[in-house]
């Protein structure tokens, strides 16, 4: 089992905003970081630290924490945003890195 | 640009040990990074199986501890993975990332990933 919980599946409808969770006591202590997976492809990062976007990624990416829950907002959801996002960061202990089990956003 | 590339076996048979490279380009393997192994079996979410610095220093996820060996080699400017006593729970897509940051921590960029299969 993960100790970063996610919700299983988003949905959004075009161009409206939507927030994807992480959820995990080690996330009181650790930044996560975001990637964006699609079919066939490797993983992408989209978001990490406080709120940082690599180049390249668009600034509808945002990423927020509070307690123990980091989350990934979509602004303005593209259909090109449909994908699974993934949570990563350190565990409890700090030594490991952990994912969360994966969100599967529909855009619809 | 650091790009970085899987290589090995696509089959591996049960009770075997899975071999996998990944081979470091645009940038040196002794930066001040770790460099991380990734599994994903079909359909299912990602999984962190371990890390290394360049000076041999690992840490490995406690599930997979007991099987797994993370070794670098500075020569070639690659960083390679074994996974003893694998059966069919192993077969999954293989990925190698660099991991950038402390305090930000992230895996970027990442390895197209290479697909193992477990199987007799």
């Known amino acids: 089992s993960s100790e970063l919980t996610q919700d299983p599946a988003v949905s959004v409808a075009l161009g409206q905003t939507v927030r994807i969770t992480c959820q995990g006591d080690s996330l009181r202590s650790y930044y996560a970081s975001w990637y964006q997976q699609k079919p066939g492809q490797a993983p992408v990062l989209v978001i990490y630290g406080k709120n940082n976007r690599p180049s390249g990624i668009p600034d509808r990416f945002s990423g927020s924490s509070s307690g123990n829950t980091a989350s990934l907002t979509i602004t303005g959801a593209q259909a090109e945003d449909e994908a699974d996002y993934y949570c990563?960061?350190?565990?409890?202990?700090?030594?490991?890195?952990?994912f969360g089990g994966g969100t599967k956003l529909t855009v619809l | 640009q650091v790009q970085l590339q899987e290589s090995g076996p696509g089959l591996v048979k049960p009770s075997g040990t899975l071999s996998l490279t990944c081979a470091v380009s645009g940038g040196s393997i002794s930066s001040s990074n770790w460099w991380s192994w990734v599994r994903q079996p079909p359909g299912k979410g990602l999984e962190w199986i371990g890390e290394?610095?360049?000076?041999?220093?690992?840490n490995y996820n406690p599930s997979l501890k007991s099987r797994v060996t993370i070794s670098v080699d500075k020569s070639k400017n690659q960083f390679s993975l074994k996974l003893s006593s694998v059966t069919a729970a192993d077969t999954a897509v293989y990925y190698c990332?660099?991991?950038?940051?402390?305090?930000?921590?992230?895996?970027?960029?990442w390895g197209q990933g290479t697909l193992v299969t477990v199987s007799s």
């Open positions: 290394i610095y360049h000076s041999g220093s690992t």
């Open positions: 990563n960061s350190r565990d409890s202990s700090g030594t490991h890195r952990v």
């Open positions: 990332a660099r991991e950038q940051g402390i305090a930000a921590a992230r895996f970027d960029p």
